[in-house]
């Protein structure tokens, strides 16, 4: 069953149990569409099998030698020879079937730690806006990171080191049940038998101290994100200490939950030792009483204290490969709970595709019905807002701050659906058409603009990835960014820094016209674009933008109504409703809310205008 993400936090859903994660992951494991894979994976079974079957032999081998070598035994000079050969044979097949083993493994364990993470990114992708605003994005990056590397870290320690102890264990107590008799076997059986269940139990308990760790690291990380990308925020307010002590509350609390998680492990690993220990004195003192009853050679007792000891090595190492695995289920767990999160906003079986560049068909027309909409079911924004945008024309929404103008643009590219009415583009109910579809049919340029941190080609080309350069410089030219990037040491080479602090505003803002239209859109929204610009800035950005809004079905959502006037339609939205539409002349003739906030914006323009004389 999928789970929704409704609440505040890191990673969404009840806790997976681990049988759920490993038959979440066998999919990936054994894939139907890839049968070098499943070759692979039974390829390395086999050499598993051979493995083992080798380390299984070599301590017969071993014993038949020692006794030809005692007084007692025959072709002292022949037998021990050919059995030495054999023994090296043999310990050169375990070890050789073992790293053929590991290498044919390797490609299957490091596609699947890819597939994994690649799927998990993706879906991170289809998520609802809704799902990323209520979630920390360091806490969502470093789940995957820790559930990619706890993928690899079972299949490494199950493939490699659970499942040929098991097999071995099986066949060491067939073995011991043949050559000597079901004592042997039951107490060598028995003895493990404890150990695994010891180990399980403890290991088990364990897990939570591992869970409160994973929950108090992703706490820090979150917090040391969140404060790196409000550097600026956390300068203008001098809490660089307040910062500081909150990520080292998590930290202390990462700190406690480590020091509980590394003691807890010292006393498994004295637990282990001691059960292994008794099963191993048991045995060898059984095997000594048979060889001085003269019931058994030297030989068998060699026999039987090597398969101990070969027994001993891997089941010591077991409960660090259990505990690993259980630590990397644990992490696989929190990847797989976002795998698990649903889709809020899904494409309709069949849906159309919109066609999406103006070059190709055109501007397109938009019609709001009735819509309603709010972000929580208890609280309203849009009541049943109605509008249209002919093809080609440009209609601007203004209003109050909280009015539900943004809100509009979100409901365009379908970041959200609406709770009531429709949304119709040529025609058409928008979610009859794909998303992937839809948005390549708009484009944005918002109020704060976050370009990539890399260079300003780059950033250009993201509008169209693969664009040529004179598209991506023509795209600038348009934008009027073109001459500034000229003057910089590495032109469009020139990198941007960290969500693009390296350029001012209104060249960022510059920059996001650019990619808009390269990406040339039918649709174009201007979501507050110059509000957090200078009056003068503004003014050199608007020639931009009245040449990417040219012959596109335009979308003006203005805080600054001086950036309206030519438009052919104004609403004014307040409290979720139209109260006011027309032109900006006829607007202003009614004397209403528009009238009242034109007056208002231009006293204070004025009063700038003044202030900034006088400190000129």
């Keep these: 069953m999928r789970v929704m993400a409704t ?23 054994w894939p139907k569409d890839d049968p ?3 070759v692979r994976v039974a390829l390395a079974g086999v050499f598993l099998v051979l493995a083992k079957v080798a380390t299984v032999y070599i301590p017969i081998v071993y014993a038949r030698a020692v006794d030809a070598l005692t007084p007692k035994g025959a072709a002292v000079a022949a037998v021990p020879f050919a059995l030495i050969v054999a023994y090296g044979l043999l310990r050169l097949a375990s070890a050789g079937f073992g790293e053929m083993r590991d290498a044919v493994f390797a490609r299957v364990q490091q596609r699947t730690v890819r597939r994994v993470a690649l799927e998990t990114f993706r879906h991170m992708h289809t998520l609802s806006l809704r799902f990323h605003l209520d979630r920390q994005t360091g806490g969502v990056s470093r789940a995957i990171e820790r559930g990619s590397a ?8 199950a493939v490699f080191n659970i499942v040929p102890t098991i097999f071995e264990l099986v066949l060491v107590t067939l073995v011991l049940w043949r050559l000597f008799d079901w004592r042997f076997a039951l107490v060598t059986f028995g003895a ?16 939570r101290f591992r869970q409160r760790m994973n929950d108090r690291d992703t706490e820090a990380q979150s917090k040391a994100v969140d404060s790196l990308l409000n550097y600026e925020t956390v300068k203008y307010f001098g809490n660089e200490a307040h910062e500081a002590k909150r990520f080292d509350d998590a930290l202390a609390a990462y700190e406690r939950a480590a020091v509980k998680s590394q ?31 003269g019931k058994m050679s030297v030989g068998k007792f060699v026999l039987a204290n090597t398969y101990l000891l070969q027994l001993y090595q891997p089941l010591n190492f077991l409960g660090f490969a259990y505990n690993t695995i259980k630590q990397g289920l644990v992490d696989m767990e929190q990847m797989f709970r976002l795998l698990a999160v649903e889709q809020e906003v899904q ?34 924004i849009l009541k049943g807002v109605s509008f249209s945008v002919p093809a080609g024309h440009k209609v601007a929404v203004v209003g109050p701050t909280g009015a539900g103008k943004s809100t509009i643009s979100r409901l365009l590219f379908r970041f959200y659906d609406v709770n009531g009415g429709r949304i119709l583009i040529d025609g058409r109910d928008l979610r009859d058409y794909t998303q992937a579809s839809l948005r390549a049919a708009i484009g944005v340029v918002p109020q704060d603009t976050v370009l990539f941190n890399d260079t300003i080609r780059y950033n250009i080309a993201y509008g169209r990835p693969g664009a040529t350069e004179d598209r991506i410089e023509h795209a600038a030219r348009l934008a009027q960014v073109h001459d500034f990037v000229l003057r910089l040491p590495d032109q469009y080479g020139a990198r941007v820094g960290e969500r693009g602090l390296k350029l001012s505003g209104g060249e960022k803002q510059r920059v996001a016209i650019a990619r808009t239209i390269l990406k040339d859109p039918r649709l174009l929204i201007l979501d507050e674009a110059t509000s957090a610009l200078d009056t003068s800035t503004e003014r050199d950005i608007e020639a931009a933008l009245r040449a990417v809004s ?8 203005a805080h600054r109504l001086s950036t309206v006037v030519d438009a052919d339609e104004i609403l004014v939205l307040e409290d979720g409703r139209i109260v006011e539409r027309g032109t900006h002349r006829a607007l202003l003739a009614e004397g209403g809310l528009y009238a009242r906030m034109w007056a208002l914006q231009a006293e204070q323009e004025a009063l700038e205008a003044e202030e900034a004389e006088v400190e000129a």
Excluded: K
């Design 550 to 557: 040219a012959r596109r079905t335009t979308l003006v959502i």
């Design 347 to 380: 494409d309709r079986p069949g849906a159309a595709v919109l066609a999406g560049h103006l070059e190709d068909s055109g501007p397109c027309r938009i019609e709001f019905e009735d819509v309603r909409f709010g972000y929580q079911p208890e609280r309203e």
């Design 36 to 38: 070098g894979a499943r």
């Design 192 to 207: 493990v038998a404890v150990y695994v269940g010891f180990t399980l139990t403890f290991a088990t308990w364990r897990v």
């Design 150 to 157: 706890g993928i690899e870290q079972v299949l490494r320690f």
């Design 263 to 293: 003691v807890t492990l010292n006393m498994l690993n004295i637990g282990q030792a001691a059960i292994i220990s008794l099963g191993l004195a048991a045995v060898m003192l059984m095997a000594g009483q048979g060889v001085t009853s």
């Design 7 to 29: 609440s505040r936090g890191v990673l969404p859903g009840p806790r997976r149990s681990s049988g759920e994660t490993i038959r979440s992951l066998l999919p990936y494991l």
